[in-house]
């Protein structure tokens, strides 16, 4: 797997490249952010690990373009405690973050979570069916969703996420489940995550479906399909 970290810290990137390079991974290190666009854009590389301070131009900026034609799985490095950065970037369609300073084994466990959910190996897509609500279609197989036959965009997070929910239409499906088996990892004491991208999922879908279906906020728990 072909990793692209974007980091002006040469230092720590040499050192976090290093450290992915020796867990199996075929990592490049660059810069600024017009380098990480360019590389991002290339298709070739199948994640990108994005720092949130750039010299040229904020890791934000630099998000905010990739994903106007790329949907690569982007982890963000943001400052320790900065919750405003963490979910600016998780808004803009980041599939996850790790506070900075990072621990290298921390950073590659997300990174594998990631990569997971947004390449499931094919025998466990097999045993996912496509799943159909009113005139929404998700492809585990496939990743591909569809409103009325016509295909839009969900970030790897997002596609697993509504997944969930669209698999259990009757129940309120907790944010400790929605952590745990769409992004991967336990949920963290106020980790707004799963919130956020509930968030950017409901937006998509008011846009799609005129508000028709919508994502239930259930307090204290978790969320619902309607």
């Known amino acids: 797997m072909k990793i692209l970290l974007v980091d002006d810290d040469l230092e720590l990137g040499t050192m976090l490249s ?15 952010g017009q380098a990480g666009i360019n590389g991002a854009l290339s298709g070739d ?8 301070m750039l010299p040229d131009m904020s890791g934000i900026d630099v998000l905010r373009q990739v994903r106007q ?22 808004e803009m369609g980041a599939d996850d973050y790790v506070p900075k300073p990072c621990y290298p084994r921390e950073l ?23 799943v159909c609500w009113h005139d929404l279609t998700l492809n585990p197989a496939t990743r591909i969703s569809e409103w009325k036959n016509r295909p839009f965009d969900l970030t790897a997070s997002e596609f697993n996420l509504l997944d969930l929910l669209l698999r259990s239409p009757d129940r309120v499906v907790s944010k400790d489940e929605l952590s745990e088996k769409g992004l991967g990892r336990p949920r963290e ?9 509930i ?24 969320y619902r399909i309607r």
């Open 45 to 52: 590389y199948h994640a990108m690990i994005l720092d949130i």
């Open 69 to 90: 034609s790329s949907r690569i799985p982007v982890i963000m490095l943001t400052a320790k405690g900065d919750n405003i950065d963490r979910v600016i970037g998780l």
């Open 189 to 197: 004491a106020y980790d707004r995550s799963v919130d956020v991208h």
């Open 18 to 32: 290093e450290y992915l390079i020796g867990e199996g991974f075929d990592a490049s290190l660059v810069l600024t």
């Open 199 to 222: 968030s950017n999922i409901r937006q998509k879908l008011s846009s799609l479906t005129g508000d028709t279906i919508n994502i239930e906020t259930v307090r204290s728990i978790g």
């Open 108 to 130: 590659v466990a997300r990174l594998r979570a990631v990569l997971r959910r947004f390449d499931e190996l094919p025998a466990q897509q097999e045993k996912k069916e496509v």
